[in-house]
């Protein structure tokens, strides 16, 4: 801290050391916390489908196998996110996002379509999803831009700024991914408040968005699912009816908690979660992994989960702080809002407390572009950090 | 870095901080807070218990002979995850080894049947052949899914012996299921549903052996069992039967019965008829403790009939067809009768306690006597006049005469107004045991104390006006004249008349009749199992008698069969009175109206050794005419089975035998 509010010590001890390669400077926390929680996702992503696969006959491996693929890919991702200087991304931001746009939309033409969304590109045995990368460069987009006219965000660039996120958004929800649309309106959101948003703008902002999701389910645009989801939220403590009554996504939710109020306090032990097990928790290896955490290894193991991403907010807090430029402060606020709303938003349905959107856990969910573009984003915030002094 | 937009990422790491305290306080309340129920739905979502029963425990006699053990059956189970066209072939082959035993039909229809439990695999045919269950077993490569698996079922060693005391076996009904689904029972099993077998159900069931599996979202079962309650094989009952007095009593019941049906009926007024004697029941009981050692009824049914469910055939024919007289009754207990002249009994116990006749206050019995305002003639069977009678000769003789003076003059003390005394003869019935359960472990009927407010509610039952609810219902002279000498209203069931001379002969216990003498542990290997449980004579209450009344009425019981002028005196001919005196009662009760010529109902009662009493033994035959020709000889074979007298001879040591020589 003493580095910012006083910069000439700074400079005294970075001359005195003589330490200005940005290696020295690595947040090696920040570093081995994504592997230590993709270790354990991985972990339970093997719990909670080898007994299922091997029923069906298949390698009991062959989620983990592919998820250590997508980990693989997500380190060399992380890695070039750190090696290039992150102040080149802030230069070519307008690059960047212009390069995200087609991506998106060509998704919509030529994608495969899975569980309701049209998200995915198929990529020999991968498969690739579009929105999930446009996460991390609509951050550095809005954040670039916000960078350009710091200290003079007036509402004709706020304006500017709210239409280019709502672009990518607006591709997003076109695919019918209700989550991902929901997590870069948050990251921008975010970025925009860190930028300088003034307040009377920000409530017209917000209003706006109200509205917009007012109209969106007025004229029912949403696919009944979706409706049906939040719908399942609202209404779950009068969930009494029987099980073939209810919808799929009560359904989800009652078997989720389920799952997880079976855990106790030490939970059932690995491999050892009845409901786990025997796959009562549809989605349990992707969207429900919090699950498997709750019923193998109890509120021990939950909580410990949550420390772990409190653990990793407050590495990128503290780099949103010392960053020494307004960019990397804004850059890493934005990742830091997608991690937070993320782990928030998929911890808190499992739990009853956050309607149902399909959105991973970061990390621990199976499911490769996810962990490729939480890859990334960590390298960027990493990126940020180590070149503080330089 | 302004300061403006380090207060803004400061706010944006609050709102973080909020967001996952959120997060863990729900994880706290959903793990280990106020959510029990949804871990109980998990778990019960989750896995599923598989029951199978326990062998039942076994039913012995006081001697410990068996009346009622297992014995193994060879079922056919087929797993219920074969595919549809593998289940018909293998249905198929496994009919044509079964024929004709089963069709493909009846196997495919035992699949399919819905009482099975889905988790266990179906079991389409049971108690196989051996020669069937080798023919499968030695190439049960062709037959997938298929396993021979061992059950239990009921044997009965000693045929139809006790089968009313006994009871049967069969598959719980939907309200057994209702009332039993506490204690652990499932559709499709075995549940005791009379007698005995229904009595001591708790006993008998032991504890069935659990086991918990898990299911898949399907319901189907996934792997082996995650818990094993191993249970309990039920407990061994014996009961208080002697099966050997047991046996001989049936026999003397259905000899009886079939001598009845040679003898004429004498209510029938033109042409020649014999009687019909459909049914009639026996009770042998200890007036020292309650327990019941005989207790049979005729016409009886096959237990074994019940193994492995009975047709609804069999059922229907069992209960509703009018010509086999209702088998599954235990007469016993179930059927009421008029009690006639044994009830005399209690008429004597309320004349002399309610001051209406001394013991040894004299009258003449003329035949006949004109009673009430009607001026109606009352008159002794056969109208024969038995001169000067006092309590002990009325007994002997068995005089109505004298007991219809002593009900009418009941009414009168009621007429005028002195309900306690003049309902005498109601007070001392319920006293003896009428007209309530006696607590048997067995159903039972009430049997009836008529009594002014009985006949009142039964007239405005009965009758449509006012008028004729006042007329029927009022309480005549001819109401307690009757009752006197045990007809009208009153009914009784042979165990509570048994039970009420047994608390005479005794002095004065009434005992609580059982059936149940204790409970031993049925997984004990060989040797003598540990009693787990003795049941306990209870008496109901104690009833003072006058002891001079006592001795005046035990004699003239005693006289009934000893006095030339004993209305059971030839039916005792040869009997070694001198060696076992027996006192008892003989009663004829009229059934219906004398047009209608339906034979007497035949009674007796007895109890033996009249100077030590130990034994009471009541026999009673529907529609079988005078009770001394009869019941009594019935009574005679019962009490010669339980003495060891030869028939018609003197026993070697009979009071021995009497004494010490059973247990």
Known sequence: MATITAPPLAVNRRTRAGETSPVRHVDVVLLVLPFVISGLGLLMIYSSTRTRLERQGIDPMHYVHRQGLAIVLGTIAMAFMILVDYRRFRDLWALIYLATLPLLGAVLVLGASRKGAQAWFDVGPLQFQPSEIAKVTVIIAVAGYCHLHRGDLDAWRLAIAVVMAAIPIGLVLMQNDLGSAAVIAVCAGAVLVVAGVRGRHALVLVLLGASAVGAVVATGTLDAYKIDRVASFINQDSTDQPAWEQSQAEYNLEQAQSAIATGGFSGSGLFNGTMTKNAFVPEQHTDFIFTVVGEEFGFVGGASVIALYALLMWRLWRIALLSSDFFGTLVTVGVLAMFAFQVFENIGMTLGIMPITGLPLPFMSYGGSAAIASFAAIGLAINVHMRRFS | MSDNSRVRVAIVGVVIVALFCALLARLWFLQMGAEEALKVEAVARATRVVQTESPRGRILDRNGVVLVDNRAAWAITVDRQLDNDTRDLVLGQLAEVLAPQYTIEQLAANFDDLRQSPLKPAIVAV?????????????????????????????????????????????????????????????????????????????????????????????????????????????????????????????????????????????????????????????????????????????????????????????????????????????????????????????????????????????????????????????????????????????????????????????????????????????????????????????????????????????????????????????????????????????????????????????????????????????????????????????????????????????????????????????????????????????????????????????????????????????????????????????????????????????????????????
Do not use: C
Not at chain 2, 213 to 238: A, C, K, Q, S
Not at chain 2, 490 to 496: D, E, G, I, N
Not at chain 2, 627 to 632: C, K, M, N
């Open chain 2, 127 to 663: 108690d196989v052949d051996e020669k069937s269950r080798v023919a499968i077993l030695e190439h049960i490569e062709d037959y997938p899914g298929t396993r021979v698996q061992k059950l239990t079922v009921r044997r009965y060693p000693n045929g139809q012996v006790a089968a009313h005391v006994l009871g049967y076996v069969g598959e719980i009904s939907d309200e057994q299921l209702q009332a039993h689904r506490a204690d652990g029972y499932l559709e499709g099993e075995a549940i005791g549903k009379a007698g005995a077998e229904r009595a001591f159900e708790s006993d008998l069931r032991g504890e069935p052996r659990r086991e918990t599996v898990e299911v898949d979202p399907t319901g189907l079962p996934v792997g082996p069992p995650v818990d094993v309650d191993p249970g309990r094989i039920g407990n061994d009952v014996y009961l208080t039967i002697d099966s050997n007095w047991q046996a001989a009593t049936e026999v003397a019941l259905a000899q009886g019965i079939e001598s009845a049906r040679n003898i004429q009926n004498e209510n029938v007024v033109t042409g020649y008829k014999e009687l019909e004697a459909p049914a009639g029941a026996v009770v042998a009981m200890d007036v020292t403790d309650g327990s019941v050692v005989a207790m049979a009824s005729f016409p009886t049914y096959d237990p074994a009939q019940f193994i492995d469910g009975i047709s609804q055939t069999e059922w229907t024919d069992l209960n509703d067809n009018l010509a086999r007289h209702q088998p599954l009754v235990n007469r016993a207990t179930q059927g009421a009768y008029s009690p006639g002249s044994t009830f005399k009994l209690v008429s004597s116990l309320a004349m002399t306690r309610y001051g209406v006749r001394s013991a040894n206050e004299w009258m003449t019995d003329r035949g006949f006597v004109v009673l009430g305002a009607d001026k109606r003639r009352y008159s002794n069977a056969g109208s024969n006049a038995l001169g000067r009678v006092n309590l002990r000769s009325a007994i002997t003789k068995s005089s109505d005469v004298y007991f219809y003076t002593g009900g009418e003059e009941f009414w009168q003390i009621w007429k005028a107004g002195d309900v306690d005394r003049g309902l005498g003869l109601q007070t001392t019935a319920a006293e003896m045991g009428f007209g309530a359960s006696t607590g048997v472990e067995l159903d039972e009927a009430k049997g009836t104390i008529p009594d002014p407010d009985w006949k009142q509610e039964l007239a405005n039952a009965i009758h449509p006006t006012e008028e004729l609810r006042r007329e029927h219902g009022a309480w005549y002279p001819a109401d307690d004249i009757l009752m006197a000498i045990g007809q009208g209203g009153m009914s009784v069931t042979p165990l509570q008349l048994a039970n009420a001379y047994a608390a005479f002969a005794n002095g004065g216990t009434l005992w609580q009749p059982r059936i149940q003498l204790d409970v031993r542990d049925g997984a004990a290997a060989e040797g003598t199992p540990s009693v787990l449980r003795t049941v306990a004579p209870t008496p109901i209450r104690t009833i003072t008698f006058d002891g001079s009344v006592r001795a005046e009425m035990l004699a003239g019981f005693e006289g009934v069969t000893e006095s030339r002028a004993g209305t059971a005196y030839q039916a005792f001919a040869g009997f070694p009175l001198d060696q076992i005196p027996v006192a008892g009662k003989t009663g004829t009760a009229q059934v219906g109206a004398r047009s209608e010529g339906k034979g007497d109902t035949s009674l007796f009662a007895a109890y033996f050794p009249a100077n030590a009493p130990k034994y009471v033994v009541v026999a009673v035959v529907e529609e079988g005419g005078r009770g001394a020709s009869v019941a009594a000889p019935i009574v005679r074979r019962v009490i010669e089975a339980i003495t060891g007298v030869q028939p018609g001879l003197v026993g070697p040591s009979p009071v021995e035998a009497l004494d010490g020589g059973r247990d």
